[in-house]
């Protein structure tokens, strides 16, 4: 069974400033997507970022990038010019390419930022 | 834009009772989940259902639980006997078709009390 591991549960930063947040994951397969998640005090789910894995391009969206190391079965989020809104529980997950459709999370980071 | 909607937002309930939450998918959306985040927790699969039937489901998910698409909108999960254990954040989410973005619902608090 895949395993998602983020190890960091608490970062902080200065607003307008660079985070990386880390993940680790476990798998057999070689095709996979993995996804950013951030779940702010409301507790809704909105997705950030996605990545497949038979891609080597790492994925961006306007702030935030990835750093995707198959390889290394790591896939870390940056998080550029830090903004208020940003805080919020941050949660790496795992679907596989075929079959189950389930996501499998990580226990999640607590992202806080600093004015 | 299109949502996953669901209700009710927070629902207390005595141990024992049954409850059912209640999500509606995206329109066109074909697979649907339930998550579950006990507080403070990472979030955790329960079940997936696709074609009117479950496709996958987590030994979280015992008998005590079940889903249903009663009428081609509402997706439903029932717990038939709540403890105490089962208090948490229950999300629905869907998606379209295979590989494509889950979209999550803003979540249903469950508290048993």
């Known amino acids: 069974a895949q395993t998602v591991t983020q190890s960091q549960p608490e970062m902080s930063v200065q607003e307008a400033e660079t985070v990386t947040l880390s993940c680790t994951y476990d798998?057999?397969?070689?095709?996979?997507?993995l996804f950013w998640y951030k779940q702010p005090p409301s507790r809704q789910m909105i997705l950030v970022i996605r990545?497949?894995?038979?891609?080597?391009q790492n994925a961006t969206e306007n702030r935030f990038s990835v750093n995707f190391q198959k390889a290394a079965k790591s896939f870390s989020l940056k998080i550029s010019d830090s903004q208020l809104g940003d805080a919020a529980m941050y949660f790496c997950a795992y679907r596989s390419f075929q079959g189950a459709q389930k996501l499998v999370f990580g226990q999640g980071t607590r992202l806080t930022i600093n004015p | 834009e299109p949502e996953v909607t669901q209700t009710p937002s927070h629902q207390v309930t005595q141990m024992g009772q049954e409850v059912i939450l209640r999500c509606v998918p995206i329109s066109n959306h074909l697979y649907f989940y339930w998550y579950r985040q006990i507080l403070g927790q990472k979030v955790e699969f329960l079940v997936s259902?696709?074609?009117?039937?479950?496709?996958?489901k987590s030994e979280i998910f015992d008998d005590q639980f079940s889903v249903e698409r009663p009428d081609g909108s509402n997706f439903t999960l029932k717990i038939r006997s709540t403890k105490l254990e089962d208090s948490a954040m229950y999300f629905c989410?869907?998606?379209?078709?295979?590989?494509?973005?889950?979209?999550f619902g803003q979540g249903t608090r469950l508290t048993v009390v």
């Open positions: 990545q497949e894995a038979y891609k080597q």
């Open positions: 798998t057999s397969e070689s095709d996979y997507y």
């Open positions: 989410a869907s998606n379209a078709e295979v590989n494509t973005e889950a979209f």
């Open positions: 259902f696709y074609n009117n039937e479950i496709s996958e």
